[in-house]
């Protein structure tokens, strides 16, 4: 055979070799392949080793005034303290008002404002007009509160809430947040809380009702449910995802005394709780502080606060 021969057959049987290891890695696919590479294999979500918590905290909400496309758009100037009227709009990927939305909890959108001390706080429910523009009655004291927008606009498949800042004129100190406690007292009603917030854990809290030291077993369907609790972080006032455990009418929720939720603290911290729960077709608010992590939310046998007003 001549050299050239020799050669030829060299780089056939060399070519051969190459292809057939190109076959078999399209088969096996890239040894040792990343992490993120396999986390894309599984709708984004890592998956976890055999005994590890494969529970996903869900990004907390309002922190962000614009989202997915969608802006909260506060109307300028703010009026002063006192009762007056707060207007806004949601603006869509096309830089227009948005005028269609999916219903949750029997609202197009809920409306929270609450100031950045966590003081202040109020659930409300605004009209649209035909322009998409919102409007409603609120009652703010001098400084700085937080909005928040939670809705589902009809092109998206679940639900988004923005944050924005006001700023009302007036002078005024910050108010210090009430202790962790599992019982607090408002119009003469007492709720205690039972469970825990662990950080980065899926929690079941289960909220009781009582009035004059007696459960109420009688409580009235309130936004698709037996009660609807926000839960707000200190600090950043980063708004919690919390859902109800049933709702009225389904065969198995009771009416009180216990309204169950689920939620996950996304870190160690103080959170405050605000339960809305109707009765005698008053709908009162009851407020509570939650630690997560660090120093434990105090035994259930702590003595309740002082009697509040949040009625709506």
């Known amino acids: 055979m001549t050299t050239i021969t020799k050669l030829g057959a060299f780089v056939a049987g060399l070519a051969l070799v190459l292809a ?12 040792g392949e990343p992490q ?15 005994g590890q ?19 909260l758009v506060l109307d300028r100037p703010i009026r002063a303290s006192g009762e007056g009227e707060l207007s806004f709009q949601i603006l869509g990927p096309d830089g227009k008002p948005v ?12 409306l929270i404002v609450v100031r950045r001390d966590l003081s202040g706080f109020q659930h409300v429910h605004p009209t649209r007009d035909a ?21 589902m ?38 709720v205690t809380l039972k469970g825990d917030l662990k950080p980065n854990q899926g929690r079941k809290l289960v909220l009781s009702v009582a009035q004059n030291g007696r459960p109420v077993t009688n409580l009235e369907p309130y936004l698709g449910a037996y009660g609807h609790l926000v839960a707000l972080r200190d600090g950043d006032l980063a708004y919690l995802h919390v859902h109800p455990d049933g709702e009225p009418g389904d065969g198995s929720t009771k009416p009180g005394p216990g309204i169950a939720f689920h939620t996950t603290a996304p870190s160690v911290g103080t959170y405050r709780f605000f339960l ?30 002082a009697d509040t007003d949040h009625t709506h």
């Open 276 to 305: 809305d729960f109707k009765h005698d077709g008053v709908v009162r608010t009851a407020e509570f502080t939650v630690r997560a992590g660090g120093a434990a939310t105090p035994p259930e046998s702590e003595p309740a606060h």
């Open 53 to 71: 918590d494969r529970t996903t905290t869900p990004a907390p909400g309002g922190l962000q005034v614009s989202e997915h496309g969608y802006t």
């Open 99 to 110: 005028t269609d939305y999916r219903r949750q909890h029997d609202k197009d959108l809920h």
């Open 153 to 190: 606009p009809s092109g998206r498949g679940e639900s988004m809430t923005l944050g924005a800042d006001l700023e009302v004129a007036g002078t005024t100190g910050p108010q210090p947040i009430p202790g962790p406690s599992r019982t607090t007292t408002v119009d003469g009603y007492t």
């Open 131 to 151: 322009s998409g523009r919102w409007s409603v009655g609120v009652r703010l004291s001098p400084g700085t509160w937080r909005v928040f927008a939670d809705f």
């Open 20 to 31: 057939a290891a190109f076959g078999l890695g399209r088969f096996v696919g890239p040894l």
């Open 36 to 50: 993120a590479q396999a986390a894309s294999h599984h709708g984004g979500e890592q998956q976890s080793a055999p």
